[in-house]
């Protein structure tokens, strides 16, 4: 199996457990289930985990493509320096998380899902990939190679006064400067 | 099991076979079947969680209402004691369990999150970005859809959800027996069995084919890392601009990948042109390199041929392909076809006039059909044809030294770069003159343009064409086709 980046992978399965377990929480706390304190729980580690894990990281190969809105994402969890960058934490951090959402029902799911993430997190760090923000590069602007030669152009281009054109062998006296070296005509 | 269907390409492509008389329209629909299958998955998907949902409040409510926290008529119903004879109501029998037991404890449950489950990790390694990426994951992992139906199927077998049994006659009959309560029969097995048999059919054939013998009649290596396969194999037939899967069991034995012939129908063996893109094709670039003059290759299975919107090129008055670089393999495909029609005067060509667009980069690719292109104009000047087909050979890459290289080779017959009598343009062309010269000289003709390039060049001339069609039967009108993989 090729270069496959399983942070990529871990990314997505870690948004959608957060996710589940946001929605598992929702449910639960909407219909005061019994110990519905757990899925109070569930909304609030599901509300982290969305903001944790929405702004992807860049890859080592190949073009990175950003979610919509990330940038201030980005920014923030950037700010936590080596806590995000490291895959370990983030693969201990998702299971430690995951752990009270297996009390009750809803959020068991999210439970599962979260715990699953952790795992290829943890392939992930194994494998020595880190998290690294996608900045905004300063795009320089491209020479446009010219979009075509439909439309030539009808003059020809402005020419020097005559005073200041090359001199010519036929005609040295009519120039407007001397050469040290004499000019002589190409054969 | 709508989802089943759309990926049975050997169905899709009798079907596409068999409604051959309907029309164009209809047979279109059938490209579109990966676009379906992901909606229905977008659909599953959201009737799980409405699903999942309901069964969250409906495990909690059984629950509270076999511990008494309920008004009396629940707790009354809930006792009712199970003799054996159906006549139990509340599928959760005891009075101190908690929902996430009861899940874990009832094959409706456990089946019903292991399916769950496996639908989000499917969904997951379905996104975009590892879909494009890291296909592999993508593809093994998509696999647990096994685990997904083989769950739903027995999903039911628990008859948890209980009913009256005999309501019909309820309140009708006079002796007015005590109801007795009986579980739900499990019926998903009923729909999805059909297409269930009919993908096991599809994936029996994929391996039947397989395992048929594959001879190589010639390997080439071309320049710009492209590598041409002409292989034989027996009971082959092809139409032109179809597509064929590979697998080389010895450089993986799980991987097919999907390659466009380059072939013509008439001739007796089938080609593909194969651009080193990734692991796969790298491998195999490096395997048939190194093999000594003249030897066969390493097995290789086909699978297919499948078909897609390039058989129906024939079928327009006027043509335009349109390929951007590896992008016009089935266009080659098209031309050589056309070449050998044209020496049969087969009847079946249609067409009156094909313009054909090729955008490329580099200069190097353009070697390897060089010969084809330099056959055919040939061909037409000699039977006075000349203005049959119209290409133009776009370069989109070039540079300072290319310019230099125009310069001094203005006022040659043939191009420099390919030969051809006709001159390589460089830069983009510019679709609006291109179609409105199209659209003067073909004044009342149905123009079909196929496309096999990137979406954006895709998405443009879509819009072209829908600029340029007039609803005016006696002017032109363009028709668009896509082709993408």
Redesign the interface.
């Known amino acids: 199996m090729g270069k496959i980046e399983w942070a990529m992978w871990a990314n997505e399965q870690a948004l959608a457990a957060g996710l589940i377990l946001l929605t598992g929480g929702i449910v639960g706390v909407a219909g005061q289930f019994r110990d519905w304190e757990f899925a109070a729980y569930g909304v609030a580690a599901g509300v982290f985990i969305c903001f944790l894990e929405y702004p992807r990281g860049m890859r080592n190969k190949g073009t990175s493509v950003e979610r919509t809105g990330q940038y201030c994402l980005t920014v923030c969890v950037k700010a936590f320096g080596p806590v995000t960058r490291n895959y370990y934490v983030r693969a201990g951090l998702h299971a430690a998380l995951c752990v009270p959402g297996a009390f009750i029902l809803p959020t068991v799911l999210g439970c599962v899902c979260l715990a699953i993430a952790s795992i290829i997190y943890l392939v992930a760090a194994i494998r020595g990939e880190q998290w690294l923000p996608i900045l905004p590069k300063k795009t320089e602007k491209r020479v446009e190679m010219g979009k075509s030669i439909a439309y030539p152009p009808q003059n020809p281009p402005p020419r020097p006064p005559p005073e200041l054109r090359r001199k010519r062998a036929e005609d040295l006296e009519g120039a407007a400067y001397v050469n040290p070296i004499a000019v002589t005509a190409n054969e | 099991m709508l989802i089943l269907l759309p990926v049975c390409r050997n169905l899709l492509s009798l079907i596409r076979g068999s409604v051959m008389c309907c029309g164009r329209s209809v047979r279109k629909q059938l490209d579109k079947n990966l676009t379906f299958h992901k909606l229905v998955a977008y659909m599953i998907c959201l009737m799980t ?1 409405v699903h ?2 309901a069964h ?2 409906n ?2 409510w059984y629950n ?1 209402s076999r511990q008494g926290r309920y008004d009396t008529l629940s707790t009354v119903l809930s006792s009712l004691e199970d003799t054996g004879n159906g006549t139990y109501l509340n599928p959760v029998r005891s009075n101190s369990t ?3 037991h ?2 874990f404890t009832t094959i409706a449950g456990l089946t019903g ?1 292991v399916i ?2 496996a639908l ?2 499917i ?3 379905s ?1 975009e ?2 879909r494009r ?2 296909f ?2 993508f593809w093994y992992t998509h696999h647990l859809f096994i685990i997904f139906f083989a769950g739903l199927v027995f999903h039911g077998a628990g008859r948890i959800v209980r009913g009256q049994d005999r309501p019909l006659d309820w309140g009708k009959i006079p002796e007015c027996p005590i109801p007795r309560f009986e579980g739900g029969c499990p019926q998903t097995w009923l729909y999805v069995i059909g297409p269930m048999v009919l993908y096991l059919c599809e994936r029996v054939l994929r391996f039947i084919r397989y395992r048929q013998a594959v001879r190589y009649k010639k390997i080439v290596i071309r320049p710009s890392e492209v590598l041409e396969l002409q292989l034989m194999k027996e009971g082959f037939k092809m139409e032109v601009g179809q597509y064929v899967f590979l697998n080389c069991p010895a450089i993986s034995r799980l991987e097919w990948h999907p390659f466009t012939m380059t072939s013509a129908p008439e001739e007796d063996f089938f080609s593909v042109h194969i651009r080193s893109a ?2 796969w094709t790298r491998n195999l670039i490096n395997v048939l390199e190194r093999l000594p003059e003249g030897a066969q290759g390493p097995k290789m299975a086909v699978d297919g041929p499948y078909g897609t919107a390039s058989e129906d090129v024939f079928d327009y008055e006027v043509s335009i392909l349109v390929g951007c670089g590896i992008g016009v393999t089935p266009f080659a495909s098209i031309l050589k076809s056309v070449w050998y029609k044209f020496k049969e005067s087969n009847p079946k060509l249609q067409t009156r006039k094909i313009y054909f667009y090729w955008l490329c980069r580099e200069t190097h690719a353009f070697e390897w059909f060089a010969d084809l292109l330099q056959g055919l104009e040939k061909e037409m000047e000699e039977r006075g044809m000349a203005n049959f087909l119209t290409f133009k050979l776009c370069l989109t890459g ?1 540079d300072q030294s290319h310019v230099n290289h125009i310069i001094l080779n203005f006022d040659k017959d043939t191009d420099i770069v390919t030969g051809l009598k006709q001159k390589t343009h ?5 679709w609006d ?1 291109e179609f409105e010269q199209i659209r003067k000289e073909n004044p009342t003709s149905v123009v079909g343009t196929f496309v096999c390039g990137p979406q954006q060049l895709a998405k443009t001339l879509e819009k072209k064409c829908a600029k340029f069609s007039d609803l005016d039967p006696r002017k032109t009108k363009f028709y668009f086709n896509k082709e993408n993989f």
């Open positions: 969680a999942t949902i969250l409040f495990a909690e509270n908690t929902p996430t009861l899940v999150v769950t489950l989000i990790v969904v997951t390694s996104m970005v590892i990426s890291y592999e994951i990734g692991d070039w460089y830069g983009r062309p510019d003159k």
